[in-house]
């Protein structure tokens, strides 16, 4: 699986964008996708990940209310829609795929596939 993120920009505090990560591969439907971030000196952090089936969604506390992550597997393609976004929001955005029975959603080292990141920017 290769995924390719884009989307990411500028933006004002309290204004929206919309990530994408397009992934190639017939098996994209059977993983669960996430992403995370990872703002300048600090260690990449988990967002939101979202179930295969895109049944199942979590969110991390510091997003939960604002971020959607949504996937449409005839597209191959999962988004995630971040809405009131704060300066602290602001880093790299990473997709990641992770294969059925791949361990925990929320660590890192359960997702098999990253992609090469989208920046985010939001001024205040």
């Known amino acids: 699986v290769q995924l390719q993120a884009s989307g990411g920009g500028l933006v004002q505090a309290g204004g929206s964008l919309r990530l994408s990560c397009a992934a190639s591969g017939r098996t994209f439907s059977t993983y669960s996708m996430g992403w995370f971030r990872q703002a300048p000196g600090k260690e990449r952090e988990f967002v939101a990940v979202?179930?295969?089936?895109?049944?199942?969604?979590y969110y991390a506390d510091s997003v939960e209310g604002r971020f959607t992550i949504f996937r449409e597997n005839a597209k191959n393609t999962v988004y995630l829609q971040m809405n009131s976004l704060k300066p602290e929001d602001a880093a790299v955005y990473y997709c990641?795929?992770?294969?059925?029975?791949?361990?925990?959603?929320?660590?890192?080292?359960?997702?098999?596939?990253w992609g090469q990141g989208t920046q985010v920017t939001v001024s205040s």
């Open positions: 990641a795929a992770t294969p059925p029975n791949g361990g925990s959603y929320f660590r890192l080292s359960s997702y098999a596939y």
């Open positions: 979202i179930s295969w089936s895109g049944g199942r969604t």
